[in-house]
């Protein structure tokens, strides 16, 4: 079946570096690809998505994109922040049908000034 | 900016109870969901809800668990009788729903059911 796997967390890094959290998946057909992110206390929350192999996705500064020869989509972000602190979960989906998603294990990102 | 809302946040009950988690979907949107997420595992999708019946659901998804849409806003998850198994972040999510999709999923913050 479908599958995402993340890497372990947690992971700490000061303020203003760099952000890599690994993704790959494993699936039957052609997925789209997600991260969503969840603030301490509050629901998951959508923070990029693509679409079809080769897109990008983006948004506050945040990026992935989605390669097929890989199977991964690797979340990425130049300059982490303070406010950046949250648990991020890759997830896959596929059109049509029900659209249920299918998360990875998630990965607490820590910042610290 | 309109929100899914869960009740309660935080539930405690005895094994063997019957639990019921509510949500408030987006009111426009036409699709709704139950995930739970076990500490320290996966977050697992549990149901999906479409025009009053299960579209889809996973096998986790047993007879002790229903959903019912009892009114034109409230999204229940039952659980008839709860095991300890149970124990759980539960996250609802709905979705616009227009034909091809990938609207958005937009979720609740979560009941954490906790069986003793």
């Known amino acids: 079946g479908d599958s995402v796997t993340q890497m372990e967390g947690p992971v700490t890094l000061s303020e203003e570096a760099f952000l890599t959290i690994n993704c790959t998946y494993t699936a039957t057909g052609y997925p789209s690809l997600f991260w969503y992110v969840q603030y301490p206390g509050e629901g998951l929350q959508l923070l990029l998505k693509a679409t079809k192999a080769d897109d990008k996705g983006s948004n506050k500064g945040f990026e992935a994109t989605y390669r097929k020869e890989t199977t991964s989509f690797h979340l990425e972000k130049g300059s982490v922040q303070v406010s950046d602190s949250a648990v991020y979960f890759c997830?896959?989906?596929?059109?049509?049908?029900?659209?249920?998603?299918?998360f990875g294990k998630g990965t607490k990102l820590t910042v610290n000034p | 900016e309109p929100e899914v809302t869960q009740t309660p946040s935080h539930q405690v009950t005895q094994m063997g109870q019957e639990v019921i988690l509510r949500c408030v979907p987006i009111s426009n949107h036409l699709y709704f969901y139950w995930y739970r997420q076990i500490l320290g595992q996966k977050v697992e999708f549990l149901v999906s809800?479409?025009?009053?019946?299960?579209?889809?659901k996973s096998e986790i998804f047993d007879d002790q668990f229903s959903v019912e849409r009892p009114d034109g806003s409230n999204f229940t998850l039952k659980i008839r009788s709860t095991k300890l198994e149970d124990s759980a972040m539960y996250f609802c999510a709905s979705i616009h729903g227009l034909a091809g999709g990938w609207g958005e999923q937009f979720f609740g913050p979560g009941t954490r059911l906790t069986v003793l």
């Open positions: 809800f479409y025009n009053n019946e299960i579209s889809e």
């Open positions: 997830a896959l989906s596929y059109q049509g049908g029900s659209e249920k998603l299918v």
